[in-house]
């Protein structure tokens, strides 16, 4: 027999094993100072792509003063215990209704995190004998809460309808055996890549086939839509969505998320989502906080039209340029370029470094091999002067890229990888 920790000791994961080289500059960054389009990384000046702060909220100083008086009244204690038993306020509940109202549906119940929240409303919403058909490409918290379904699951191609009927088929037969139902959840926007689930025509699926949809729109609430009621509201179809998600971690520039739906399937959720039950109430504060955001994604549509206009200015920039930005449809802006991951490393380190520009990167195991994705987040905090100083910045990276500087750079890395 082996001690438990040996294998820790001898591998620490497939991103673990980079920490020596990644760590503190690509994996666990220090951003430093108030959150914004320009933060500090090491002491530098960058302009940040990296946050997903859509609508600029994060800093707005009247949020800040909402935030802070809230923290004064209530401090952070505030309600204790889960909402079931002692955790329960008016605040919470009035929170609840405006959320519902905002995103078209007939009721809605607060989560803590949108993580614990996700893996807690597919665990409540399936039994044994049900189905589950998800995106193969969804978020680890879907992944995750379909881990802990005791029955069958289809996986289909990402975003890829042809799959999606031939797995619905599938599970049609399956549950005809069973008895039970079927389960189909995607992503209002994939956050990787940027494009939206394409809600539309699984929602026409419903014509031939018996299933419930579950939405995880974390992306696309508040910058998406007339409203900014998220992808369901973009593609016509906010009406057909069962279950709807959204996090408070992103528009909301906060902690905490929320489902809504059908007054009787809330009902049913509130009495059975275990990371609600027996988990601390969301802290006042935050509730007092979303509120106030809230309100202004209701009253203040200027704050997404200056996202798109930065979305619509970097996107357009980078395809006028040549960049392959893919088949993104939404805020989330990706950048493919070739190249091996010591070449990746050396490109990000020219950007953060010579020209300030601060992106997420994103490699192999996550996309295929040879492939470099730079992955920008436009905010509502952003200028035309960041758009073009960083179209600039990718002109240049490219061109190294190409002329094979950073093969160069990174010769001694790539010996040791290969070592
Ligand atoms: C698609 C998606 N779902 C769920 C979550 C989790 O939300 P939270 O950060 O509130 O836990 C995230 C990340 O924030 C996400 O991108």
């Known amino acids: 027999m082996r001690d438990l920790f040996d294998k820790i000791y001898k591998d620490k994961g497939p991103l673990g094993k980079w920490a020596a080289q990644a760590e503190g500059y690509f994996v666990f960054p220090k951003l430093e100072g108030p959150i914004s389009n320009r933060m500090k990384f090491r002491g530098k000046d960058v302009i940040t792509w990296s946050i997903n702060d859509y609508l600029g909220l994060a800093n707005n100083e009247e949020v800040r003063k909402v935030d802070a008086a809230a923290a004064a009244e209530y401090g952070s204690a505030y309600p204790m215990g889960a909402r079931m038993m002692s955790g329960h306020t008016s605040l919470h509940e009035q929170l609840q209704t405006e959320l519902a109202a905002f995103v078209k549906k007939?009721?809605?119940?607060?989560?803590?995190?949108?993580?614990?929240?996700?893996?807690?409303?597919?665990?409540?919403?399936?039994?044994?004998?049900?189905?589950?058909?998800?995106?193969?490409?969804?978020?680890?918290?879907?992944?995750?809460?379909?881990?802990?379904?005791?029955?069958?699951?289809?996986?289909?191609?990402?975003?890829?309808?042809?799959?999606?009927?031939?797995?619905?088929?599938r599970a049609t037969k399956l549950a005809e055996q069973t008895g039970g139902g079927i389960l189909l959840i995607s992503e209002g926007v994939f956050g990787m890549r940027g494009e939206q689930g394409r809600l539309k025509e699984i929602v026409a699926l419903k014509e031939k086939y018996n299933f419930r949809l579950f939405v995880d729109d974390a992306h696309g609430f508040g910058t998406l839509g007339a409203t900014g009621a998220g992808a369901g509201e973009e593609q016509g179809v906010q009406d057909q969505i069962d279950v709807y998600f959204a996090t408070f971690a992103k528009s909301m520039a906060s902690t905490g998320a929320f489902i809504a739906a059908d007054q009787e399937i809330i009902d049913y959720l509130k009495y059975n989502l275990r990371s609600q039950m027996f988990?601390?109430?969301?802290?006042?504060?935050?509730?007092?906080g979303a509120l106030k955001r809230l309100d202004m994604l209701r009253t203040m549509p200027e704050l997404r039209e200056k996202l798109w206009e930065n979305v619509n200015a970097l996107?357009?920039?980078?395809?006028?340029?040549?960049?392959?930005?893919?088949?993104?449809?939404?805020?989330?802006?990706?950048?493919?370029?070739?190249?091996?991951?010591?070449?990746?490393?050396?490109?990000?380190?020219?950007?953060?470094?010579n020209h300030g520009i601060f992106c997420s990167i994103v490699v192999y195991p996550v996309i295929p091999k040879g492939l470099i994705l730079l992955r920008l987040i436009p905010t509502a905090s952003h200028n035309l002067q960041d758009v073009e100083e960083t179209l600039d910045a990718f002109s240049s990276i490219r061109e190294r890229l190409e002329n094979g500087t950073y093969k160069r750079l990174s010769a001694g890395v790539q010996a040791s990888m290969e070592a």
């Open 106 to 169: 007939e009721a809605a119940y607060l989560l803590n995190f949108g993580y614990q929240g996700m893996v807690s409303t597919v665990d409540a919403l399936v039994a044994k004998d049900d189905i589950i058909v998800y995106d193969v490409d969804a978020h680890a918290c879907i992944i995750d809460g379909v881990r802990l379904h005791m029955g069958k699951r289809f996986t289909y191609k990402h975003n890829d309808i042809e799959s999606i009927e031939k797995n619905l088929q």
């Open 315 to 353: 996107q357009n920039g980078l395809k006028k340029r040549g960049f392959d930005i893919g088949t993104t449809q939404s805020c989330v802006t990706p950048v493919y370029l070739k190249g091996s991951i010591p070449e990746a490393m050396a490109l990000v380190k020219d950007l953060r470094e």
């Open 279 to 288: 988990a601390k109430s969301l802290q006042m504060q935050l509730v007092v």
